[in-house]
């Protein structure tokens, strides 16, 4: 297995697949001038505790249980060394205010059942400090209807690293806009995190060979290290 393909989608991938594959390998790094994007760790995806996502789905179904505890301390150390190399970060979470209707447009059907301050606030262990901007938003994408592309531009932004969740939701939507808007994008595997494992590790295999470089959270603090430095 070649480094481009040394992920997590190894067991859900068949070699065949990898081979007509094999024309978008190239190398993989973090973009010039990054801002981190930290998308949807609120309280809602940890309620039940680090238990099986099929357990705690009976009372928390919008819970992703052990998948989003699991890549809760790579995604603190993310966080300790963007803050120590001075980039900018922003939070997401889910528009929960009544007075902006966020549940006027339904296309799916979808039921929205516990959107409320509690729910939508960023869990404690990752919590943002003064100075990193929450954004609120309707649509699965960070980047649609809400300013935080004005916010990079201001800043001078060539690039985002991305984390969060899900793998096959909000961090693929945002993802696939942050392409759209010229920027390169970092997804960081183990601070992804899906309540369902096929979605995230075949989203993870999908975006990394069309819209993003998929790196190991080692990569990533390597190469923030040496902005800190």
């Not at 992703?64 to 150390?77: D, F, M, Q, R």
């Not at 096959?168 to 309540?195: K, P, W």
Request: hydrophobic share 40%.
């Amino acid at each position: 297995m070649d480094s481009f393909e040394d992920h997590c989608w190894q067991d859900v991938i068949s070699a065949d697949m990898l081979d007509l594959y094999k024309h978008y390998r190239r190398p993989v790094y973090v973009g010039d001038r990054p801002a981190l994007v930290v998308i949807d760790l609120y309280e809602k995806a940890y309620q039940g505790g680090p238990l099986p996502v099929m357990e705690v789905a009976q009372k928390y179904p919008s819970s992703c249980g052990i998948n989003a505890w699991t890549a809760l301390e790579p995604t603190k150390a993310l966080l300790a060394a963007a803050r120590k190399a001075s980039i900018p970060i922003f939070y997401t979470t889910g528009e929960w205010r009544e007075d902006a209707k966020p549940g006027a447009v339904q296309s799916t059907n979808r039921k929205r059942t516990d959107w409320n301050e509690t729910t939508m606030k960023i869990f404690d262990q990752v919590a943002p400090l003064s100075g990193e901007v929450v954004i609120a938003k309707q649509r699965a994408s960070a980047f649609f209807g809400t300013p935080l592309s004005a916010h990079l531009t201001q800043l001078g932004i060539k690039s985002v690293i991305i984390c969060g969740e899900s793998t096959s939701g909000c961090v693929r939507a945002s993802t696939v806009d942050a392409y759209s808007h010229g920027y390169h994008v970092t997804l960081v595997e183990e601070c992804c995190f899906d309540r369902n494992d096929l979605s995230h590790k075949v989203n993870l295999f999908d975006l990394h060979h069309k819209y993003a470089d998929v790196l190991h959270i080692d990569e990533v603090l390597k190469h923030l290290a040496s902005l800190a430095a």
